[in-house]
């Protein structure tokens, strides 16, 4: 896939990820009114109508202010408030962060994004926004303490490229609409615990009764297992991507060997990334949950697995460098 | 009939002519800004050095003509005309500051002065911009290329007044080793 191609297809997903979105919620609501207001003898599909508003408010939400969301929920802290509190030392590392992410910025073509750094001690990272144009980068102290130079550029060119590609307008928005789904599905199944649907007295139509409670058992299943799929779905939109992203990363610096060199010093440390939920797992370049599901490929982990074996990708950069993929 | 056939392929023709024409000057504006883009980054440089040089002089006063040579280098690559000069003389000017911190190594001070190390990673910082860009300018220099040189386009970009850019290339052997300006790498 070249990169025209990969920013077409992730123009598309979002696309088909927002309209599901919001056809899922008018399904719902659809059933809210059959099951509840129907019953009572409404006329007005107040459930459908609320649904359908709340779908589209909440896509248009998640994809103008997905990013900022996203970078409070990780406590992550703009550039420039960091900067201004740090010691001398810590400037030097600092300004170098800053100066890589102008490098690559250039190499890429691209306006430099906004810079944030999250504070929490286990090396990750992750890039969000809508565009070139709205993007962000955030990465953690802990990754700005072990990485070199030369390792740092490499994760930078690798965020880069899922800036570059609109990854990051994909899966921002993929984020975005899990947790509405989470938090509807949650709501859903409070209502249910508090008001049982009545049905019809109607006897005359007994094979619509029928079509009903098939209807309203789907319906019942939608709402319990909207939350896995949608978290599934998080899943699947990442795996390969992280594949790609290392290798437009390193045709950026023209050196897979700083990126696979960071990649081992971020599988090294084992702590979970707390500050990052689960909700933004699939944007980082390590899964900060360090889940057993990443060591193995395959259907199931193609499901449920965020990202690729680490051990895959290193070895894919590995074998690019050795090739002489680092010399132009 | 056959009037309306010919009719529509002389709009299709049109319509692709007008098409290949505004491709070919997006490009060429890209190119041009890409081109731009290596300029700011060796203005930066430029400026950067004079501040480096009174940075160490108190310490390395003992080599002065190695200071002197940094100098020297930074005004002839501020007077280059063309890429390819440019190019030579830039690559001296790298030859000269990687020299400069190779000799730095000698000074402790020099190697735990917070400035002076914040002055090295600016400079090498730019060291690398300048590389990225050149590097962003070939790759968008030969797409503008490729798109003047391909069938059928090859046919009128010419007479259009298009014309190749002309790439980056690493002239000689001593450019092609990228000085290391990085003083801990030998600590």
């Not at chain 1, 319990?224 to 992203?245: D, H, T």
């Not at chain 2, 709009?11 to 800004?33: C, K, P």
């Not at chain 2, 911009?129 to 490729?146: E, L």
Request: aromatic residues 6%.
């Amino acid at each position: 896939m070249n990169l025209y191609e990969q920013q077409l297809s992730n123009r598309r997903k979002t696309w088909l990820i927002v309209i599901t979105f919001v056809a899922f919620l008018f399904v719902l609501g659809l059933g809210f009114d059959t099951f509840y207001i129907g019953a009572a003898g409404g006329v007005v599909p107040v459930g459908s109508l609320v649904a359908l508003a709340l779908g589209s408010v909440s896509a248009l939400a998640g994809y103008y202010g997905g990013d900022r969301a996203v970078l409070l929920a990780s406590h992550a802290q703009p550039m420039a408030d960091v900067m201004a509190s740090a010691g001398d030392s810590d400037k030097l590392k600092l300004r170098q962060l800053e100066n890589v992410v102008d490098e690559m910025a250039i190499a890429a073509g691209l306006p430099r994004p906004a810079l944030y750094v999250i504070p929490d001690s286990d090396p990750n990272a992750f890039a969000t926004g809508r565009g070139p144009d709205h993007a962000s980068i955030a990465i953690t102290r802990g990754l700005l303490d072990v990485l070199n130079r030369e390792e740092l550029q490499g994760v930078v060119a690798h965020e880069m490229s899922h800036v570059r590609n609109l990854d990051i307008r994909l899966m921002t928005i993929v984020a975005a609409l899990a947790g509405a789904v989470a938090l509807l599905s949650e709501w859903g199944r409070l209502s249910m615990r508090w008001g049982t649907p009545r049905r019809r007295d109607d006897d005359g139509d007994r094979g619509g009764g029928v079509l009903g409670i098939v209807v309203f058992v789907l319906w019942l299943i939608a709402i319990v297992l909207a939350p896995l799929i949608a978290q599934a779905l998080a899943m699947m939109v990442s795996r390969r991507r992280e594949y790609l992203a290392d290798a437009s990363g390193a045709e950026l610096t023209r050196n897979p060997g700083g990126l696979a060199s960071a990649l081992e010093k971020i599988d090294a440390a084992v702590a979970p990334t707390e500050l990052i939920n689960r909700g933004a797992a699939h944007m980082c370049i390590a899964d900060p949950l360090g889940r057993q599901m990443n060591l193995r490929e395959g259907f199931l982990s193609d499901l449920f697995a965020s990202h690729p074996p680490m051990a895959a990708r290193i070895a894919a950069l590995k074998e690019m460098a050795f090739q002489g993929g680092g010399v132009s | 009939m056959f009037g309306l056939l010919l009719l529509g392929i002389v709009v299709l023709l049109v319509v692709w002519g007008i098409a290949s024409y505004n491709r070919l000057i997006t490009m060429r504006n890209q190119t041009l800004n890409g081109w731009k883009q290596i300029d700011v980054q060796l203005k930066r440089r430029h400026d950067l050095i004079p501040n480096l040089v009174n940075a160490v002089k108190g310490s390395m006063d003992f080599e002065r003509d190695t200071l002197t040579a940094v100098m020297e280098a930074r005004a002839k690559a501020q007077t280059a005309t063309g890429p390819a000069d440019a190019a030579q003389k830039e690559g001296q000017l790298s030859q000269a500051l990687g020299r400069l911190f190779a000799l730095a190594e000698n000074y402790p001070t020099l190697k735990s002065n917070d400035n002076v190390k914040m002055l090295q990673e600016e400079l090498s910082a730019t060291e690398n911009k300048v590389g990225f860009a050149r590097q962003f300018y070939n790759d968008i220099a030969t797409k503008f290329n490729t798109a003047q040189q391909v069938f059928p386009t090859n046919i009128f970009a010419g007479t259009l007044g298009f014309k190749p850019s002309e790439l980056f290339e690493i002239t000689s052997e001593a450019d092609r080793a990228v000085p290391t300006v990085d003083l801990s790498r030998h600590a």
